[in-house]
């Protein structure tokens, strides 16, 4: 283990947050509150709000329908093969099976020991004529286990507000003693214009997802795939010149397949990063092919993503694959660290200038593994074996 030096901050403190609750007014929100009144409890009873959301890894969020029996038989053996649960009470579900749903999960969480895996929600919409029937009997059932609720088509902060204050009175009505967190689905044109605000809502955001499907068509984009690429959304090499420096248009030339969702989610993650929570994919649709999966999942890591969602079991492995660093940058990282000792100067690294900037680069590395290898014991002995010269 290699030990982080003094002088580098790599605590959960974020200054966005904390200035909200101070009261500064910015564009995006101007119905701000107090220091005192941000971080209290909504309603008497309430358990306290967190100043830090707890670094969990969730590498993967694995929807299953609790209505399906075929999916609710398998759950007991998922546990520990995935980071989160998420049993799902929205558009997956018809109308007709919404109650059946909403029972199966009670019966799950309270039926299921979880241990390192987190259980999730996504409740219906809150235009739906579900949501509050869904609020009002999985909290006081099962509010204590219930890690999260995700929350979809979020428009803008008084959606996160509405929540916010249901959550706190069934939390003091059944006597919770931790706060159920919330996360947001960005699906609409508004939600991605109001990001900022929506991601510094409220102390309970523990994150936000792009939702591609339902963005697409808010937008009007022209595609009906669910998240990736698309062929026609591309950019091609320039005519080559012939002798006479006239192009030839009509030459073979190299084309590259452009993503349609890299504004958004650099968008996203920019703004969770400001307020301090975790931004996550969302679902890539085409099951099969699990290439192109794969490819989505590491442009996601790598922009700043921390998980995303599965929809089906083999999109497990390729997100906790992807979504974990690889020995080789958890070795590299571990050098600079090493070589960088309480973080101040520049050092020379393979032929390679490593600073300060370098160095929490690195740092986000290293504790990413570290905080994966505390849940994932083959990921813990992988790590563990990596020799730092």
Same mark, same amino acid.
């Given at each position: 283990m290699v030990a982080l030096p003094e002088s580098v901050d790599t605590g959960a403190f974020c200054p966005a947050r904390e200035r909200y609750a101070a009261g500064v007014r910015e564009e995006t929100d101007m119905s701000l509150k107090s220091p005192k009144a941000f971080f209290a409890p909504l309603a008497v009873g309430a358990p306290q709000p967190l100043r830090e959301i707890p670094a969990r890894p969730s590498r993967a969020i694995h929807f299953f329908d609790p209505s399906n029996p075929k999916m609710v038989d398998k759950i007991p053996q998922m *546990? &520990? %093969?995935v980071d989160v649960l998420l049993g799902n009470l929205e558009d997956a579900v018809k109308a007709d099976k919404k109650i059946d749903a909403r029972n199966g999960l009670i019966e799950i969480a309270k039926n299921t020991d979880f241990g390192p895996t987190q259980l999730w929600t996504r409740i219906n919409s809150l235009d739906s004529p579900w949501v509050l029937d869904d609020l009002n009997e999985l909290i006081p059932a099962i509010g204590q286990k219930l890690d999260v609720v995700m929350v979809p088509k979020v428009q803008g902060p008084e959606d996160i507000h509405y929540i916010d204050r249901i959550l706190a009175q069934l939390e003091a009505k059944a006597g919770i003693t931790k706060p159920i967190l919330v996360h947001a689905i960005l699906e609409t044109a508004r939600g991605v214009a109001e990001v900022e605000a929506i991601a510094l809502a409220s102390p309970r955001m523990q994150g936000i997802s792009l939702g591609p499907a339902d963005l697409a068509a808010d937008r009007k984009m $022209? %595609? %009906?795939? *669910? &998240?990736g690429g698309h062929p026609g959304y591309l950019v091609r090499q320039d005519a080559p010149k012939g002798a006479d420096g006239t192009a030839?248009?009509?030459a073979a030339r190299a084309i590259f397949q452009q993503d349609l969702w890299h504004y958004t989610i650099a968008k996203m993650v920019d703004a969770c990063a400001a307020a301090g929570i975790y931004p996550y994919y969302g679902p890539f649709g085409d099951i099969t092919d699990v290439v192109a999966c !794969?490819? @989505?999942f590491r442009n996601a890591f790598l922009l700043g993503c921390v998980g995303t969602w599965s929809l089906h079991p083999k999109q497990i492995e390729i997100a906790n694959r992807v979504f974990s660093p690889s020995v080789e940058d958890i070795k590299h990282a571990r050098r600079v660290v090493a070589a960088m000792g309480d973080g101040t100067g520049a050092v020379m690294l393979d032929g $390679?200038? !490593?600073d300060d900037a370098s160095l929490k @680069?690195? /740092? *986000? /590395?290293v504790k990413l593994a570290e905080e994966l290898a505390a849940i994932d014991p083959a990921l813990k002995a992988t790590y563990d074996a990596i020799e730092v010269d």
């Open positions: *546990v &520990g %093969t $022209k %595609t %009906t795939r *669910v &998240g030839d248009i009509h !794969e490819d @989505q $390679k200038m !490593e @680069q690195c /740092l *986000v /590395l």
